[in-house]
């Protein structure tokens, strides 16, 4: 099955900064990338995907990018912003079974 | 439109005890999924649907069951709770392959 590793684990920023989280996945037959935003004690929603025949995709302060051959993809968040502070999880997924990393706490400091 | 909905939302059990979650959504998806997440570990998927009538097991199945007797519902049942557990459990769905996930807002279960 679909392995999907994602570092860091935790990210200590300053409010204007960047931050970059990384993950990776073992199925090349993956074709959906997903990120999901965390708050604490809520549920996970969807900020951002890519399928594979895309390498960068952006949506104002956030970006991903994929690199297939090197199967790996990663979430870039600009001009950090307290209300970033949470969890964020990667994704990949083949054809119906969504695998997720491990999260990263992100903590944005005013 | 509700979207996916899971209750209860909290729950302590004692060792042995069984409960039942429940998960409904009301968007029509066909693919559903129950996950647990404990600290430091992520979402971890303990079972799945892919349509009504038809479950399978994931990454972390034992201890617990699943059933889809409508396309709307996905009930995760414990039959004898363990403290190892304890967790938050999530229930999502999707509408076809490789799109959004879309997530219950959990449960919290604890097992003293």
């Known amino acids: 099955g679909e392995n999907v590793e994602q570092h860091p684990s935790t990210l200590s920023v300053q409010e204007g900064d960047s931050a970059v989280i990384k993950c990776t996945y073992s199925?090349?037959?993956?074709?959906?990338f997903p990120w999901y935003k965390q708050e604490l004690g809520k549920r996970p929603q969807l900020i951002i995907d890519i399928r594979s025949n895309v390498g960068e995709k952006k949506d104002q302060r956030i970006a991903v990018t994929l690199n297939k051959t090197a199967k790996h993809f990663s979430l870039h968040i600009t001009e950090t912003q307290p209300e970033d502070s949470a969890v964020y999880f990667c994704?990949?997924?083949?054809?119906?079974?969504?695998?997720f990393g491990r999260g990263t706490s992100l903590i944005v400091h005013p | 439109n509700a979207g996916v909905t899971q209750t209860p939302k909290f729950r302590v059990l004692k060792t042995g005890q069984s409960m039942t979650l429940l998960c409904a959504q009301d968007?029509?998806?066909?693919?559903m999924y129950w996950y647990r997440q404990d600290p430091g570990m992520g979402l971890r998927l303990i079972h799945y649907s892919v349509g009504e009538g038809t479950t399978a097991k994931g990454e972390v199945p034992d201890g617990y069951n699943v059933s889809r007797l409508k396309k709307q519902n996905f009930l995760l049942g414990l039959e004898s709770a363990a403290p190892s557990q304890t967790s938050v459990y999530f229930c999502?769905?999707?509408?076809?392959?490789?799109?959004?996930?879309?997530f219950g807002q959990g449960t919290r279960l604890t097992v003293v």
């Open positions: 994704a990949a997924t083949g054809s119906y079974i969504p695998t």
């Open positions: 199925d090349s037959a993956s074709n959906y």
């Open positions: 968007m029509n998806h066909e693919y």
């Open positions: 999502a769905s999707i509408r076809q392959m490789n799109t959004e996930a879309f």
